[in-house]
């Protein structure tokens, strides 16, 4: 059971906007900054937001992040079948002392 | 380009002790300013970070494998290792090495993952 809890998927057609929630504590979250990775299927995870909401060189406007108290979202607008993927939060957590991370959203593109 | 490559055994024995080393290139590991973290994923699909360590030594553990874990560096060769001893099953998972920007602030890049099983 992870720390931080993420729907387990998400759907949407292209074009469609969609977004994916990353719920955590007063601990991770509440206190410290959330990053989001992409993880396609056999594929190692690779950083798509970092910060909360700044987007590392090359990776497309369409990915946006923000957070809110002890919960952190990534929106995804204009969907498209190349964003079929896996996408997992992370923050520090520091009641844990230690690196925690979301279950994974199983994001289709319909 | 920074590239992380993970290197060691696929295979493990119960109470063997796992070792694994990174080797990173496009960048001096001895020029400081990053961390180096190891994290770990699961056949279904949990990621789980492991630990860090900085180009002096310092390490930093996840709390849960703290006595069973152990870190190092080569900077010399622009590698850091990994030891997981007392291996059993529940071990079993994708090891990724990555550098880490600050203590988990974020992780980028990440090695492509070498996949360890224990199994007698």
């Known amino acids: 059971q992870s720390v931080l809890t993420q729907p387990p998927s998400a759907s949407g057609t292209p074009g469609q906007t969609v977004t994916i929630s990353c719920s955590g504590s007063t601990s991770n979250i509440g206190k410290n900054t959330v990053n989001w990775y992409r993880q396609v299927p056999g594929t190692a995870p690779k950083l798509l937001i970092f910060?909360?909401?700044q987007r590392p060189s090359g990776v497309p406007d369409r990915f946006s992040g923000s957070k809110s108290g002890t919960s952190g979202s990534l929106a995804i607008s204009g969907l498209q079948s190349e964003d079929e993927a896996e996408y997992f939060c992370?923050?520090?957590?520091?009641?844990?002392?230690?690196?925690?991370f979301g279950g994974g959203t199983k994001l289709t593109v319909l | 380009q920074v590239q992380l490559q993970e290197s060691g055994p696929g295979l493990v024995k119960p109470s063997q002790t796992l070792s694994l080393t990174c080797s990173v290139s496009g960048v001096y590991m001895n020029s400081g300013g990053y961390y180096w973290s190891w994290i770990r994923q699961y056949p279904g699909k949990g990621l789980e970070w492991l630990g860090y360590i900085y180009y002096s030594g310092s390490t930093y553990y996840n709390r849960s494998l703290k006595s069973r874990l152990s870190l190092s560096i080569d900077t010399s060769k622009n590698q850091f290792s990994l030891k997981l001893s007392s291996m059993t099953a529940a071990d079993t998972a994708i090891y990724y090495c990555a550098r880490d920007t600050g203590g988990f602030d974020w992780l980028d890049p990440w090695g492509q993952g070498t996949l360890v099983t224990v199994s007698s």
């Open positions: 910060r909360n909401n």
């Open positions: 992370a923050a520090w957590d520091d009641s844990l002392s230690g690196g925690v």
